[in-house]
């Protein structure tokens, strides 16, 4: 149980997917502009998470390991696979908004299909796969399903605690006198880079 908790706590906050990897900035940006999008973009992408990274867990150490069930090592197919499976999600969640909030769908147009490249989701399945092999003393160190969900969940409200504070931040600049070459993402990139200050904080954070 505290091996969890180690994990989740750090994904929010010291291994946080924007700020301490800066993975998903392209949606990251583009969706942050109203709380509403943000939350609901960021529910989704760990939704995306939540699903993706137990089931990448199992194809990993069940099917593409030597220890698998073939027998031999056919890890250079994980991206293929990591991808396909993040890809299957993601088309169930982009179905789901659009039957019950069309306006969020409308809102969040081409960034909720993009979740399926959202570089933080594969990002988080590599980063898996890399902690497999660490010791379990190491408290990265993922060796279960339950691990996997609760570094997914982690990553997931990670993100979209960055992605909804950043939202926050810019509904409110809207009415602040910006300097005009700063208006837009110049001003945007700042604000970025002052809450990436603000998160270090944590990295020597010991859980």
């Not at 942050?32 to 609901?40: D, E, F, I, N």
């Not at 997931?156 to 909804?164: K, P, R």
Request: charged share 10%; net charge neutral.
């Amino acid at each position: 149980m505290e091996h969890l908790l180690s994990l989740f706590v750090r994904s929010i906050f010291v291994d946080n997917m924007i700020f301490a990897f800066f993975l998903g900035m392209c949606s990251y940006l583009a969706v942050s502009k109203t709380v509403k999008t943000a939350v609901g973009l960021g529910i989704a992408v760990t939704f995306v998470l939540v699903v993706t990274l137990p089931v990448n867990y199992l194809l990993q150490t069940r099917v593409l390991s030597a220890d698998g069930i073939f027998g031999i090592d056919l890890s250079f197919l994980s991206f293929i696979l990591f991808i396909a499976v993040i890809a299957a999600i993601t088309q169930l969640v982009e179905m789901v908004v659009e039957r019950f909030s069309p306006s969020l769908y409308a809102s969040l147009g081409i960034f909720l299909p993009l979740i399926a490249v959202n570089c933080a989701i594969m990002g988080a399945s590599l980063f898996m796969q890399q902690r497999i092999v660490k010791g379990e003393s190491d408290p990265q160190f993922i060796g279960g399903v339950a691990d996997a969900i609760s570094y997914a969940l982690g990553s997931g409200i990670g993100w979209m605690l960055a992605i909804v504070g950043l939202a926050a931040i810019r509904e409110k600049m809207a009415y602040s006198n910006v300097p005009a070459p700063l208006r837009g993402l110049g001003i945007t990139f700042i604000v970025v880079g002052l809450m990436a200050m603000a998160f270090m904080c944590f990295s020597g954070l010991k859980i």
